[in-house]
């Protein structure tokens, strides 16, 4: 493999991951919430990464053609999706009911660091798009690549996921004077209520 073709599959990979991960999901609301409280960013920007990391590399050595063969087991992971997203979605908009409680400043303790990531991983894994993108479309374009490149394919695409995660965690602080008063998180966890419940619904379309 030529350094020229290295450069060119790892951009390749960079720019088609960033392109299918920036986009307005209920994983990258939770990572934007969770950086606005500052609570547990680094470990979630871990392992949000890292489990975008595996999947593509998983997608590249053959799982793509694996899911595409067991149309059961994307059901299950739909349903299990719709679930998920339906509760998170209507705990969000239950929260904003009552905006005195979404200080950051509020005398309640915050979630621990375990209860945090079992959600990201939730998030992560019982979204079914997260495979069409990760293992589908990233995983069979990472395979069709020559040789050895298909795997800097995947560096790039996974370089471009921890990119995202780190400005979505760490980047949320800045807009933090306009979270300070409890009416901007009242908003934001409208918008993700929302988001959750039109996701879910898209998910048990696709079931019907």
Not at 6 to 23: D, H, K, P
Not at 120 to 135: E, G, K, M
Request: one cysteine or more; aromatic letters at 8%; proline letters at 4%.
């Amino acid at each position: 493999m030529t350094p020229g073709t290295a450069a060119s599959a790892a951009a390749t990979g960079f720019v088609l991951g960033l392109t299918l991960i920036v986009a307005i999901g209920a994983q990258n609301a939770f990572v934007l919430r969770q950086g606005l409280r500052r609570e547990h960013v680094g470990a979630i920007v871990l392992l949000c990464a890292a489990c975008d990391a595996l999947l593509m590399v998983a997608g590249v050595a053959g799982l793509s053609q694996l899911l595409g063969t067991r149309p059961a087991l994307a059901l299950a992971l739909t349903a299990g999706g719709a679930v998920f997203l339906t509760a998170y979605g209507l705990r969000a908009l239950w929260r904003a009911r009552r905006p005195a409680a979404l200080q950051a400043a509020a005398g309640a303790a915050p979630p621990g660091r375990r209860a945090v990531l079992l959600q990201a991983l939730a998030f992560t894994l019982l979204n079914p798009h997260v495979y069409l993108d990760t293992v589908l479309l990233l995983g069979s374009l990472g395979a069709q690549q020559p040789g050895a490149a298909k795997w800097v394919f995947a560096g790039g695409a996974a370089t471009a996921s921890a990119a995202w995660f780190s400005a979505l965690g760490y980047g949320a602080r800045w807009l933090a004077p306009w979270f300070a008063r409890p009416r901007a998180w009242q908003v934001l966890d409208v918008i993700i209520g929302l988001t959750m419940l039109a996701l879910a619904a898209g998910l048990a379309w696709r079931l019907l």
